[in-house]
DNA sequence: TATTGTTATACTCTATAACTATA
DNA sequence: TATAGTTATAGAGTATAACAATA
């Protein structure tokens, strides 16, 4: 027999706040999603660049991190790994060799639109804990917090 | 002239996935969280750890790890470097020896009282995005989400 | 056998600072 | 001077697996 645990957690106003809702929201969101996508070996960030990267073929590596609010030395950890496993190319641009522009290889567009069918379950599976206008709202209201 | 930087990012649809929204309202609540709490060394989850166990003296560690949805190798993480710090006080439960009862420590009291003070402004700085009602919203459909 | 905590290990994200190359 | 990328370094969160102690 043990009280403690019979006994029910005190928040004492912890779980009023929007950045406790916020984090235990996204650390289920995380959970699900690594779930969803598993032995693709690819983590929501990574699968991020890989969307932006194949919807911009060329984008340059600081605006792909400044979209998904990285800074270049984060990208840049990020990047590499990608590149190392044969899912984006780096190109130095002819019209500014300090950019290095960013292309999705063949690897990298199967494995995205093997991610994306994943993605779309557990997207999916999430909102149905809500209705649509709901989703809606949440949606609009996290842009608000977000911009 | 740069024809990139002119071109606005396609997004692709990945600005439309529930993921993405959330973890971009979490960079943001994270990094103005940050800002806030300048000089404290704690991140949102020591305090989080910090705020529970000031609200249920000598609450095991498992079950604070279970309330805040990390596992026990992360919580052990979390709680190591607390206690190193001396904000954490760890005792063995007398009445199940298996247990580790939590407490906090004057020192940890002092830290925890500083930063609900930043953080309540870092709160209000991010509620004010929103109106009342939103925040309410907002709160709700995150625990939803969350459950 | 099941539970709680622990340790070792590994990977990812994150950021700061200093550096190179280029504009 | 300013910008884009790079490297080195460091801290933090995350999880898995194997282990010890206890129930």
Redesign the interface.
Known sequence: M????ATT????G?D??????????????H?D?MAAVTGLKLT??QT?VL??V???P???QG??GA???MDRATMMTLVHRLEERGLVARRRSR??AR?RELHSTEAGARLLARARRR?AV??QR??E??SDS??R???S???????
């Open positions: 043990d009280d403690r645990a957690l005190q928040f004492g912890l009023e706040l929007l950045g406790y809702r916020i984090r235990r929201a996204q650390g289920a969101m959970r999603y929501q960030k991020a969307w932006l194949e919807a911009n060329g984008v340059g605006e792909v979209a998904l609010g019209s500014d950019r993605i557990h997207e999430m909102r804990k809500l709901e989703f709202t949440l949606c209201l996290l842009r608000r917090l977000a911009g």
